[in-house]
């Protein structure tokens, strides 16, 4: 959906020619949706702008927005005044709670037209909002009218060139509709007329300056969201910074391009058309506004019951999760012991191995033990009867008084090994001792028995420096 444009023509001479939805101005066609000549009739007016319609969306909780451009003298404010009657009836018959207000901008200052006031413009919630601005609840057309011609008494009007009753501000006329549910407004706004400099009074040029500084940035706005532009300039004015939640796209738009078709006033009138084409390409996408408190209100509860549900399968998760996570450290302490268990018993099975194997080790050195002990056994035998046999040798040449350390037994015994050889020599060496200790004494022991044979007569005898007596 597209911004809706009506091009209103003022009744006069005019070379401007009309072919189906095209005016015709000079050299150039511009196209409208609709295209309302100066013998346009007020039914012709409602059906034209597509009244019906807008209202209808109205009650559905649509907001919508009607725009009246045009130089100045060229029928705005007429076409305002007629469109305001006409809406109201089907206005009050919606199931809204209607409340009016109207503003107006003037030298970039924003005034309430019902309470006289200056208003202060703030930005909330994304879009500009003037502040403390009076809204009236309206019960009965009769109340809307009054406020209405309240309003237009403390409207700015001023003596022009073009027109001698010329609106030198910007009005907003605003009908808002509440329910618990839903909010919505019906927008009707009178712009000032766009004018040349030359035909303006000299005390009015700041007047003319603000205006079309206004209008000025209107057209770039309109020209931005025609080409799509990610960042518009809604704040360069107060004009713009208002029209932003009408231009957002979110509501409906009908742009009147209103002309006066004079000769002089061609130039003009190509301006204004070319205006409405490219307003004409704004894309629009209409949606009910929800009330914000009741939307925010809605928004809580259902995060609350999401948060619920959240919960409670948060919840049903855990539970899961610790019944798994039960389930897992049992089956991890079975599984730890089963591999303890089965640890044990290969650390067993090594452990039994290695016993059997130092067993078979054991078994073997046993075997290897008892031939040895066997054959030592048959050794020591043997050498026990040699030696027997020796030291009855050795007792004989003892008695003989012979050396038994004779080369003839050493030589006997050689060949039966070492340890045998040995013992012997050892067994040699011992009787040798003891027969040098025998021969010691035997020689100490002589003198004694040579004194005591030769003194057997005598009563005394002495032995070195000792003497004996008896």
């Keep these: 959906m597209k911004v809706f444009t009506v091009a209103r023509l003022k009744p006069g001479e005019t070379k401007i020619t009309i072919e189906k939805n095209q005016l015709r101005i000079l050299d150039k066609s511009y196209e409208f949706d609709v295209i309302l000549d100066e013998q346009t009739q007020q039914d012709e007016l409602y059906v034209g702008l597509n009244i019906g319609q807008l209202l209808e969306q109205f009650k559905n909780g649509i907001s919508q927005v009607?725009?009246?451009?045009?130089?100045?003298?060229?029928?705005?404010?007429?076409?305002?005044?007629?469109?305001i009657p006409m809406i109201l009836p089907q206005i009050l018959e919606s199931k809204f709670e209607i409340s009016f207000s109207v503003l107006q901008i003037y030298n970039e200052k924003i005034l309430d037209m019902l309470y006289k006031q200056q208003l202060k413009l703030r930005y909330k919630n994304n879009e500009?909002?003037?502040?403390?601005?009076?809204?009236?609840?309206?019960?009965?057309?009769?109340?809307?009218?009054?406020?209405?011609?309240?309003?237009?008494?403390?409207?700015?009007?001023?003596?022009?060139?073009?027109?001698?009753?010329?609106?030198?501000?910007?009005?907003?006329?605003?009908?808002?509709?509440?329910?618990?549910?839903?909010?919505?407004?019906?927008?009707?706004?009178?712009?000032?007329?766009?004018?040349?400099?030359?035909?303006?009074?000299?005390?009015?040029?700041?007047?003319?300056?603000?205006?079309?500084?206004?209008?000025?940035?209107?057209?770039?706005?309109?020209?931005?969201?025609?080409?799509?532009?990610?960042?518009?300039?809604?704040?360069?004015?107060?004009?713009t910074s208002l029209l932003k939640k009408s231009l957002n796209g979110k509501s409906n738009v009908v742009m009147v391009i209103c002309l006066n078709p004079s000769d002089d006033n061609l130039l003009q009138c190509q301006q204004s058309a070319q205006y409405g084409v490219k307003a004409r390409?704004?894309?629009?996408?209409?949606?009910?506004?929800?009330?914000?408190?009741?939307?925010?209100?809605?928004?809580?509860?259902?995060?609350?019951?999401?948060?619920?549900?959240?919960?409670?399968?948060?919840?049903?998760?855990?539970?899961?999760?610790?019944?798994?996570?039960?389930?897992?450290?049992?089956?991890?302490?079975?599984?730890?012991?089963?591999?303890?268990?089965?640890?044990?018993?290969?650390?067993?099975?090594?452990?039994?191995?290695?016993?059997?194997?130092?067993?078979?080790?054991?078994?073997?050195?046993?075997?290897?033990?008892?031939?040895?002990?066997?054959?030592?056994?048959?050794?020591?035998?043997?050498?026990?009867?040699?030696?027997?046999?020796?030291?009855?040798?050795?007792?004989?040449?003892?008695?003989?008084n012979k050396d038994p350390f004779r080369k003839d037994w050493v030589e006997l015994f050689q060949g039966e090994g070492s340890n045998y050889l040995e013992i012997i020599i050892n067994k040699l060496q011992y009787y040798k001792q003891?027969?040098?200790?025998?021969?010691?004494?035997?020689?100490?022991?002589?003198p004694i028995h040579q004194t005591v044979k030769n003194s057997r007569n005598q009563r005394s005898f002495s032995i070195g420096k000792r003497e004996f007596k008896f």
Excluded: W
């Design 128 to 239: 500009f909002v003037p502040e403390n601005l009076t809204k009236f609840i309206c019960h009965s057309q009769e109340e809307l009218v009054k406020l209405y011609n309240k309003a237009n008494k403390n409207r700015i009007i001023n003596s022009h060139q073009l027109n001698d009753f010329s609106s030198r501000s910007h009005c907003i006329y605003t009908f808002h509709g509440q329910t618990t549910d839903l909010q919505c407004e019906f927008n009707i706004v009178d712009l000032a007329g766009s004018e040349r400099l030359n035909q303006t009074k000299v005390q009015q040029i700041q007047e003319s300056v603000e205006i079309n500084k206004s209008l000025f940035y209107l057209r770039q706005v309109i020209q931005n969201l025609a080409d799509k532009v990610q960042q518009i300039p809604y704040r360069q004015s107060k004009l």
């Design 281 to 400: 390409q704004i894309i629009l996408q209409p949606e009910q506004q929800q009330d914000d408190q009741q939307r925010q209100i809605r928004e809580l509860k259902q995060q609350i019951v999401n948060l619920e549900q959240q919960l409670k399968i948060a919840q049903n998760t855990i539970k899961s999760l610790k019944q798994n996570q039960q389930n897992q450290l049992v089956q991890q302490q079975q599984n730890s012991i089963q591999m303890e268990q089965i640890n044990q018993i290969n650390n067993l099975l090594g452990q039994n191995k290695k016993l059997r194997d130092q067993m078979q080790h054991i078994n073997e050195q046993n075997f290897a033990l008892s031939q040895l002990n066997h054959q030592m056994q048959n050794e020591n035998q043997d050498l026990r009867d040699k030696i027997n046999i020796f030291e009855e040798i050795i007792s004989e040449d003892l008695k003989k």
């Design 434 to 446: 003891l027969q040098v200790k025998y021969n010691n004494e035997k020689i100490l022991l002589n």
């Design 66 to 83: 009607v725009f009246c451009y045009g130089q100045t003298g060229s029928g705005k404010t007429y076409t305002v005044n007629q469109l």
